[in-house]
């Protein structure tokens, strides 16, 4: 079965600045897509305007895939990740910078285009990389750090809600930790597979 066997460290090793990048991904879409209704609401959103910022996250992410085709074809290395967290990481930024509509909806369109988007890069970024005999060890790779940091993203935004009027705020500033991801994925450079 193409993708079963197990991977070792040395395939991973040139691998890690985009690994890393996923683990900021995982820290800080999840501080987003808990904290950020919240935070609008604190700041005086109605019950339109959430409406409108899960129905235009939604429709992005379905027409993500249209958009982002050809830059996940490509053999960047981990450009495409680098860019698509880059845009994630300025949506879901935005929030904190203001929460006047319109940034509001900019923000879940900006997010809803790459969130799953940078998901897929992980898995081109996979198959351009290890020999086909690891794909499925490589995807897991990826997936069980992005679990790990997803798991902390809340624990920690949470930690700095509990802080006091500003401290929503603060954490959903923590979802900027994606542009940091962004500069890391951004300089993972092309692996040759081997075998």
């Known amino acids: 079965m ?13 691998l890690l600045r985009s690994l890393l990048a996923y683990a900021a991904a995982g820290l800080g879409y999840v501080a987003y897509t808990t904290f950020s209704v919240s935070y609008l609401r604190g ?8 409406t409108l910022f899960w129905t235009l996250l939604g429709l992005a992410g379905v027409v993500a895939p249209l ?18 967290m880059a845009l994630m990481g300025i ?10 509509p319109w940034v509001a909806a900019l923000s879940a369109t900006l997010f809803g285009l790459a969130n799953l988007s940078v ?18 060890a490589g995807v897991a790779t990826y997936t069980v750090t992005f679990a790990l940091f997803q798991s902390l993203g809340p624990l920690l935004t949470g930690a700095l809600a509990d802080q006091g009027a500003g401290g ?5 500033g923590l979802s ?8 890391v994925a951004f300089s993972q450079r092309p692996v040759e597979a081997r075998a």
């Open 119 to 136: 998901v897929a890069s992980t898995t081109t970024l996979v198959r351009q990389s290890l020999p086909p005999a690891v794909w499925g």
């Open 2 to 14: 193409q993708g079963s066997a197990s991977i070792h460290f040395s395939q991973v090793r040139p």
């Open 168 to 172: 929503l705020r603060l954490g959903l």
């Open 43 to 50: 700041q005086g959103a109605g019950a339109g305007l959430i």
């Open 67 to 84: 958009v982002w085709s050809r830059l996940l074809s490509r053999r960047w290395g981990g450009r495409s990740m680098g860019l698509l």
């Open 176 to 183: 900027a930790a994606l542009l940091l991801g962004a500069g």
């Open 91 to 100: 949506g879901a930024a935005l929030p904190a910078l203001s929460t006047t």
